[in-house]
């Protein structure tokens, strides 16, 4: 019956990561996009790019500078989730669990974070409509990154109750001597 539910898990892991790859990706791609029009619209040369700045120019509100740094963070911290989840669904090992279930709470915990911009640009008002795109993805993500943390940590639970903690796949043979670690 474990078994049964560990395969479940691996069934849902790989799609699950894979979307929310593709929409971090368009988190980047958005933040990114909106990070270089603050600046563009930055008054001088040099700077003068504060919160206030975006705000200023007609381009967002107070917060949007804040959601778009912290949704930059976010993204790249969720790209990287979702790679060592996708590593994880093809090794299927305790420690690349391990690292997908670290890398997963680290993105889904800068994830609130940007979530909570957004909600805090959306309680603002006016802003453009790239910024609501993007306030739509944080707000999707929150939940979905949720799920994919929720499923490794239960996947965690469940082999480390019916494995042990160095579990493997039945068909690959255990790794001993010096070539262990140059295998992983």
């Given amino acids: 019956m474990v078994g049964q539910r560990v395969s479940a ?3 849902i892991i790989a ?8 929409m971090y990706m368009i988190v980047l791609g958005i933040s990114g996009w909106a ?4 600046m563009d619209l ?5 700077g003068n790019v504060g919160g206030t700045a975006a705000f200023a120019t007609g381009f967002g509100n107070r917060a949007t500078l804040f959601l778009v740094i912290f949704s930059l963070i976010a993204g790249v911290t969720g790209v990287a989730s979702t790679i ?19 890398t997963a709470l680290i993105s889904w915990l800068l994830t609130l974070l940007a979530f909570g911009l957004a909600c805090k640009e959306i309680h603002t008002s006016g802003r453009d409509r790239k910024l609501i795109t993007l306030e739509s ?3 999707i993500l929150a939940a979905t990154q949720l799920l994919y943390l929720i499923i490794l940590h239960s996947i965690m639970g469940m082999m480390a109750s019916s494995q ?17 670690a140059s295998a992983v």
């Fill in 9 to 11: 898990g691996r069934a």
């Fill in 15 to 22: 799609p699950l990561a894979l979307l929310n790859f593709s």
């Fill in 35 to 38: 990070l270089n029009r603050i």
């Fill in 42 to 46: 930055s008054p001088g040369a040099g």
């Fill in 84 to 102: 060592a989840g996708l590593v994880h669904s093809g090794l299927w090992r305790s420690d690349s669990l391990a690292t997908a279930a670290a």
């Fill in 137 to 139: 993805f944080l707000i």
């Fill in 164 to 180: 042990g903690p160095g579990y493997t796949r039945s068909d690959e043979p255990p790794m001993k001597g010096p070539g262990a």
